[in-house]
């Protein structure tokens, strides 16, 4: 069984940085893809960013490109992502989420291609 732990969230003013951490245990996840996902209240779950198995090729929404970085440490099992110059829009609860195996090195933009899934973490921009 894969549990993935959030943290890093919290509020910030608009402008201000957060990086967000996912660490997994149970299983590595050096074998698969990872994303980070959000959801705001009334909206539907939106991917951020996603990130293949080594790192190497990454996907980010158009909304957080330039802003967001994700990122990988697979000698400790986690993912991350890192956020500056964040805007109120930016304001949701954020999951990451993972695949145990991606036979290929590329990442995954659908959330019906992860398997696993965090509790979530708020993030809160004011303006």
């Known amino acids: 069984q894969v549990q993935l732990v959030e943290s890093g969230g919290g509020l910030v003013q608009t402008g201000g940085s957060l990086r967000l951490s996912c660490a997994a245990s149970g299983r590595t996840l050096s074998t698969g893809a990872m994303g980070w996902f959000r959801q705001a209240p009334g909206n539907e779950r939106e991917i951020v960013g996603a990130i293949s198995r080594s790192g190497s090729a990454t996907y980010y929404a158009g909304s957080v490109k330039g802003r967001f970085t994700i990122s990988r440490d697979n000698a400790k099992n986690t993912v991350y992502l890192q956020m500056i110059n964040l805007k109120p829009e930016d304001t949701a609860v954020y999951y990451c989420?993972?695949?145990?195996?991606?036979?290929?090195?590329?990442?995954?933009?659908?959330?019906?291609?992860?398997?696993?899934w965090g509790q979530g973490t708020q993030v809160t921009v004011s303006s």
């Open positions: 989420a993972a695949r145990l195996v991606s036979y290929s090195d590329v990442y995954y933009q659908s959330s019906g291609d992860y398997m696993y």
